[in-house]
């Protein structure tokens, strides 16, 4: 059970990203990217960068990492992600709830059999 419950977590938090550009199928194509908004660039030899976008050039992306300029080469990106931090809060505050209702489910069917002279076999 226990092996489920991290199996579906660490599911449900890595569906908390949005792709919003991959070279297999957008092959150049950059108009989802907006301006003022922070991305996950996958780029050469498999670096990963956090940024905010400035602006999308004609070959390549501007934007700020800690206060810092920076500019990716379009022809080197191979994936690029949005957070939705908002999504994964309220997901993993779903499921913490569900567990804790799930618990005190089972205390209460354990309460009530022993009412009635039942048990119930918790593990």
């Given at each position: 059970m226990k092996n489920i419950f991290v199996a579906a977590l660490v599911l449900f938090l890595a569906s908390c990203s949005s792709t919003k550009y991959t070279a297999k199928e957008n092959t150049g194509n950059f108009e989802k990217l907006n301006a003022g908004k922070a991305y996950v660039f996958f780029h050469e030899n498999d670096l990963k960068t956090n940024m905010e976008i400035t602006s999308?050039?004609?070959?390549?992306?501007?934007g700020l990492k800690n206060k810092n300029r920076i500019a990716l080469a379009k022809n080197t990106i191979w994936e690029v992600r949005r957070n939705n931090t908002a999504g994964t809060v309220i997901l993993v505050g779903s499921l913490v709830g569900a567990a804790i209702l799930i618990g005190v489910f089972f205390n209460a069917a354990g309460d009530i059999g022993k009412v009635f002279g039942h048990t119930v076999a918790v593990q």
């Open positions: 999308v050039e004609k070959d390549s992306i501007i």
